[in-house]
């Protein structure tokens, strides 16, 4: 079974710039979830999906980023336009929802490190 | 509001040491306790976990116990390998609607040499 896959791994970009990370999740995992680690501080949550639909997005810092899950299948991440303070590693992971399996444990993909110049 | 500490690091230890991450965490309700590991060039994997109070989490030599009355789930290993280090995440979950969000410390770096 694949686990949870994201792409780029890295992405250097300019101030002003855009980007979009992506994420496949695990196949037949509906919770797929976002979160950022920012200058080797804690990780945070920034958004859950089930299936299409935003569940939460309390964490997300503001209105440049904007993230999708269009046909519950992948999700994208976009940022626009990135600020300095945007640097940092976006995770995602998934599980499965409650009634199909233990949704209490989230498989985290490895990340994209993104540096805004 | 809900939040978790852990010791700030890095620790470092010879091979064969005996490991202590302490972790304590602040959470309204029954969290589920975890920690997850993210060894050089990867991403976060899952080393254990404890649902209620006083289970006791284990793998890879690994064990943390859910301590709720000193609000506590410290991690711990007998004898350490080189292979072990890695940085460690201390984490809580609150399952509320149908799903839960895991609430993380800011991680302890352990380096572990020969």
């Known amino acids: ?117 | 509001g809900n939040s978790v500490t852990q010791m700030e690091g890095p620790v470092t230890l010879s091979e064969e040491a005996f490991l202590t991450i302490n972790c304590t965490y602040t959470a309204t309700g029954y969290p589920s306790l975890f920690w997850y590991v993210q060894y050089p060039g990867e991403g976060l994997q899952l080393l254990l976990k404890a649902t209620k109070a006083d289970d006791k989490g284990s793998n890879k030599g690994f064990e943390a116990t859910y301590r709720k009355e000193t609000t506590s789930f410290h991690l711990e290993k007998g004898s350490v390998q080189v292979s072990d280090s890695a940085v460690y995440f201390c984490a809580l979950s609150l399952f509320s609607g149908g799903y839960n969000k895991l609430i993380f410390g800011a991680g302890t770096r352990l380096a572990v040499h020969p």
């Open chain 1, 1 to 117: 079974e694949a686990g949870v896959t994201q792409f780029p791994s890295h992405s250097v970009i300019e101030k002003g710039q855009t980007v979009t990370l992506r994420c496949d999740p695990i196949s037949g995992h509906d919770n797929l979830y976002w979160y950022r680690r920012v200058m080797g501080k804690e990780i945070k949550f920034l958004l859950h999906f089930v299936k299409e639909s935003k569940q939460d997005e309390s964490g997300m810092p503001n209105n440049r980023f904007l993230a999708e899950r269009t046909g519950g299948t992948y999700s994208t991440l976009k940022v626009q336009p990135a600020e300095l303070e945007d640097s940092g590693v976006y995770f995602c992971a998934s599980s499965p929802l409650f009634s199909r399996g233990d949704t209490d444990t989230q498989y985290f993909g490895p990340g994209t490190r993104l540096t805004v110049l």
